[in-house]
């Protein structure tokens, strides 16, 4: 299984969901966050919201790189989601499985990155699940079959170095088999 | 090793095993600095009394395994965690990492080194006269085979969601399915057909889950008994029987086996299951992965949640809970090992519809390239063997553990359509009507 040496894979996902410590979990160097005091409702959920991006480098044992970017969960901030998409290799969605709008939620990300996620790889992280007993994954794999989208999904706890690996795995597995 | 003595105090000298660079980093300079009192770095293992790794590093939970499994090993680990591994010879640390964490930790490793080495005082002077038995530090350690299904939570079984009331469970933890490597799961082998014993815990794990006997010849034939299983006979066949006919309406369901004194409670809406006997007993695993008769398993399903004769049945106190999918996963990988069920047609062409939760599944081997391989295109079992070069045991463990969670689909296409009398009776009436 051959590699290309560098990797670029975008964490998006909706505000809390968990993209940066997700990419704070993974990367094998102190990551890059742009976190500011939010000014909006977001201030009710959390301290600090990404304003910019995240970046983060995950090392491989063959000597690769993947390089991490996520993106700002606020809507306002989605302008960022073009330009940071831009020589992407695979796109992770997080969500947050404790919210009402989870599905929502994904319908957004996936329309929002749809020329992408036609080209690239794409796999779904759900984060929280403890927090809202569900019929587990299942909804997930009807709701993306509504959405005509194959794609892989995990649950993980974002602070989890190894669920977030398997999250990178399964989109680099994605990758070399094209 | 380090020796022992009574009266063990700090610094408490550790090993910095696997890690990222940053964390390393971080602690060197705190074991350095501030942290010198309580901690002293060592650089070589044998002289540490201590281990250090993040078990979410690539390759910890392997380290950790190769160490405990040497003879005679006796050293305590630190590890940092996102949740508490329950260990006798782990202190554990949840992350984040922060400065009292780490002052804690020395204390317990300390009082942890202080009890070993009066337990070894005192075993010495006990069997001055019999053999030293090669005791461990507690039970074997049961990272081996981690189903890691869900995190240590706690579980309330929300019953009605729409009623306030209390619900039967006043807490319920989740235990992960942890199963010992060592665990004599199989029938008594033939040993015309065993391999050599496993000289490594991962050996033990996938021997466990795929089966020790010698790998099937390919391409696999239809007809392949004697190493064909039958699922219907296996409590998992039981299981994904009685959620197939519980499909539409999701309500509880129970099982019971009276000749084992087991009693599951199946709750399909949140995905869990609750077991009056914990699946980290060995005995348990034994004999719920056995064989059963059909006289011998009970289901029921519930039209509505019956809170009083739940409670009876499965008792709070003693309830352990389970994901269902994780439960359901790994019953099928260690009633099969590795075997296919009978009848399965291994020139079938299938397709994965969608990867299984790897993250909260007991990974078999090889299983991301074979998720990878069938997600693609309509592939037969027979085709991804060789499209991959892999044992066939191993693919087959990953179809059967996939299959029991219906994530394949079938190439209808292809599927000769089955006419029944209805329908010729349809067509010759049809045909008959273009006449006139």
């Known amino acids: 299984m051959t590699r290309s040496q560098v990797h670029k894979i975008l964490v998006t996902g909706p505000v809390g969901a968990g993209k940066t410590s997700a990419i704070t979990a993974v990367s094998d160097i102190t990551p890059v966050s742009t976190e500011e005091l939010p000014s909006d409702e977001t201030l009710t959920k959390k301290s600090n919201t990404t304003v910019a991006m995240d970046y983060g480098i995950l090392k491989l044992h063959d000597g690769s790189k993947v390089h991490i970017y996520g993106t700002p969960g606020q809507k306002r901030f989605d302008f960022m989601w073009d330009i940071l998409s831009k020589g992407g290799t695979g796109l992770i969605i997080l969500l947050d499985n404790s919210k009402e709008s989870v599905f929502e939620d994904l319908k957004t990300y996936v329309a929002a990155f749809a020329e992408f996620i036609d080209t690239q790889q794409l796999v779904v992280g759900v984060t929280r699940t403890e927090l809202k007993p569900n019929s587990g994954i299942k909804q997930y794999h009807q709701f993306l079959d509504q959405l005509n989208i194959r794609a892989p999904v995990f649950e993980v706890d974002a602070r989890s170095r190894r669920d977030i690996c398997f999250l990178i795995r399964a989109l680099l597995s994605s990758e070399d088999a094209l | ?436």
């Open chain 2, 1 to 436: 090793m380090t020796k022992l003595s009574v009266g063990h105090n700090l610094p408490v000298s550790v090993h910095l095993s696997s890690m990222s660079e940053t964390t390393r980093a971080h602690l060197e300079y705190y074991i350095s600095n501030t942290g010198s009192p309580l901690y002293n770095q060592v650089s070589k293992l044998e002289t540490a009394d201590c281990i250090i790794l993040d078990i979410d590093y690539p390759g910890a939970s392997n380290v950790f395994e190769e160490r405990t499994a040497q003879s005679g090993f006796r050293c305590i680990f630190l590890v940092f965690s996102v949740t508490e591994i329950p260990n006798d010879s782990i202190v554990n640390i949840l992350k984040p990492l922060t400065l009292k964490k780490l002052e804690d930790a020395a204390v317990k490793i300390a009082e942890l080194l202080q009890c070993l080495a009066v337990k070894e005082a005192t075993t010495r002077t006990a069997s001055m006269d019999a053999p030293l038995k090669a005791d461990g530090l507690g039970s074997i350690p049961t990272l081996t085979v981690v189903a890691a299904l869900n995190k240590t939570t706690k579980i309330t079984a929300n019953l009605n969601k729409s009623n306030n009331k209390r619900s039967v469970y006043k807490s319920v933890k989740d235990r992960s399915i942890e199963i010992e490597a060592g665990t004599s799961l199989s029938p008594p082998k033939n040993p015309v057909f065993s391999r050599a014993a496993p000289t490594s815990r991962a050996a033990s794990k996938r021997d466990l889950l795929c089966g020790s006997r010698v790998d099937y010849k390919t391409p696999l034939e239809k007809k392949h008994s004697p190493y064909s299983y039958a699922k219907g006979q296996y409590l998992g066949g039981y299981l994904a029987e009685a959620l197939q006919q519980n499909k539409n309406n999701e309500t509880a369901l129970s099982i019971s086996i009276p000749v084992l004194n087991l009693y599951l409670y199946v709750q399909p809406n949140i995905n869990r299951i609750y077991s009056n006997k914990s699946i980290k007993d060995t005995k348990t695993v034994e004999q719920i992965f056995s064989p059963l008769k059909a006289d011998e398993v009970k289901t029921h399903f519930f039209l509505e949640p019956n809170r009083a004769q739940i409670a009876r049945e499965i008792k709070s106190d003693r309830g352990f809970a389970y994901s269902l999918e994780a439960f359901v996963w790994l019953s099928i990988l260690l009633s099969a090992k590795g075997r296919l069920p009978t009848g399965f047609d291994p020139d079938e062409p299938i397709r994965l519809k969608h990867w299984p939760n790897f993250t909260r599944l007991e990974n078999t081997p090889h299983c991301f390239e074979i998720a990878t391989c069938w997600a693609q295109k309509f592939k037969s079992l027979n085709d991804v063997i060789s499209e991959l070069k892999l044992q066939a045991s191993d693919v087959i463990a990953f179809y059967n553990g996939t299959s029991a969670l219906e994530l394949f689909e079938h190439n209808h296409k292809n599927m000769v359509r089955k006419r029944g009398l209805l329908d010729f009776l349809l067509r010759r009436s049809t045909a008959n009507e273009n006449l006139r």
